[in-house]
C-alpha cells in the first residue's frame, strides 16, 4: 500500500506540474474541465473517451423489472442506498438485482449482503463479480434499467455504454452525469443519497414501458456524442490547431 500510495503521489505530481505548462489541454468532461480550470491557464478542450462500437450493435431482450448495477464495489457508489430503494418498492419480491463488479472491501460487501438478507431480498439480489465485456453486453440486453447511485463519479463510461445500447439509466447528479443524460430526458436522475427519489425513479422506469422506449430512443441519440468517429474527428482538429500554431505544448488528460 505504501508503495502505490508512494507512486500515486509522484504521478499526481508530475501530472500537476506538466499540465501548468500546457499551451493546449484536452478533458474528458465538463465536469473535469471545471476542476482544471483553477490549475490550468491553457486553452481547454473537452473531448469523451469513445464508446465501444459493439454497444451501438446491441440487440436488447429486456426481462421485466430486472436492474443492473455495473461498477465497483465499493461505498462510494451507494450501493446500499439502491437495495433500501429496492426494498421500499411494494413488488421488491419480484425484482431481480444484478450487482456486477469487483470487490475491494470484502467488509463492505458483507455489509451489503446483511442488509438484503435483512429486507428478506436473497433470492432477489445477486452479486455476480466482475464481467467479461461480452458477459456484460449480455446483461445490457437482458435488463430492465442500469442504475448508477453513486455518491462519486466523473462522466462514466458505463453510462455510455448503456445509452448506446438503448438501455434506460436511473442514476445520480454527480459529476458529468446530469450533462450525459440531458436534464433527465435521456435517463432518469436523483440526489445522491436519496433512497426515496431512488426507489421513486426506479418505480418509473420498470413499470412504463412507453417511458423505457422513450428513453432508449433519446439515450441512443445522444449516445452518438461518443460515437469513436467523432472522438477521433474532435482529437485531430485539436492537434492541426495545435500544428497549425507552430506546435506547442499539448497534454492530454483522462
Same mark, same amino acid.
Given at each position: ?48 473517451? =469513445?464508446? =465501444?462500437? %459493439? ?28 437495495? /433500501?430503494?429496492?426494498?421500499?418498492? =411494494? ?30 431480498? /436473497? ?25 448508477? =447511485? ?14 448506446? %445500447? ?16 440531458? /436534464? ?12 426515496? %427519489?431512488? %426507489? ?55
Amino acid at each position: 500500500p505504501i508503495d502505490r500510495y508512494r507512486l500515486y503521489l509522484q504521478g499526481w505530481l508530475t501530472e500537476s506540474e506538466t499540465v501548468k505548462r500546457a499551451d493546449h489541454l484536452i478533458l474528458n468532461s465538463e465536469y473535469v474541465r471545471s476542476i482544471f480550470s483553477a490549475i490550468s491557464p491553457s486553452q481547454h478542450h473537452t473531448i469523451p473517451n =469513445p464508446t =465501444p462500437s %459493439s454497444y451501438y450493435m446491441q440487440h436488447r431482450h429486456a426481462e421485466s423489472k430486472r436492474i443492473l448495477y455495473a461498477g465497483k464495489i465499493s461505498p462510494l457508489k451507494g450501493l446500499g442506498s439502491l437495495i /433500501d430503494a429496492v426494498a421500499r418498492l =411494494p413488488y421488491s419480491a419480484d425484482v431481480q438485482v444484478i450487482l456486477a463488479g469487483s470487490a475491494g472491501n470484502a467488509d463492505y460487501v458483507d455489509e451489503l449482503r446483511r442488509k438484503v438478507s435483512g429486507y428478506g431480498l /436473497d433470492d432477489s439480489v445477486s452479486f455476480v463479480g466482475l464481467l467479461s465485456d461480452a458477459q456484460l453486453r449480455k446483461e445490457f440486453a437482458l435488463a430492465t434499467t442500469l442504475v448508477l =447511485p453513486s455518491q462519486q463519479e466523473n462522466a462514466p463510461m458505463v453510462i455510455q455504454q448503456a445509452l448506446a %445500447s438503448g438501455l434506460p439509466v436511473v442514476a445520480t447528479d454527480v459529476g458529468d452525469v446530469q450533462r450525459m443524460l440531458e /436534464d433527465g430526458a435521456a435517463g432518469l436522475v436523483v440526489p445522491p443519497g436519496d433512497t426515496d %427519489s431512488l %426507489s421513486t425513479a426506479l418505480d418509473r422506469v420498470l413499470c412504463d414501458d412507453g417511458l423505457q422506449e422513450k428513453l432508449a430512443a433519446k439515450g441512443r441519440e445522444k449516445a452518438q456524442t461518443w460515437a469513436a468517429s467523432r472522438v477521433a474527428e474532435l482529437t485531430a482538429a485539436v492537434y492541426s490547431e495545435c500544428v497549425e500554431a507552430g506546435m506547442p505544448n499539448i497534454q492530454t488528460s483522462f
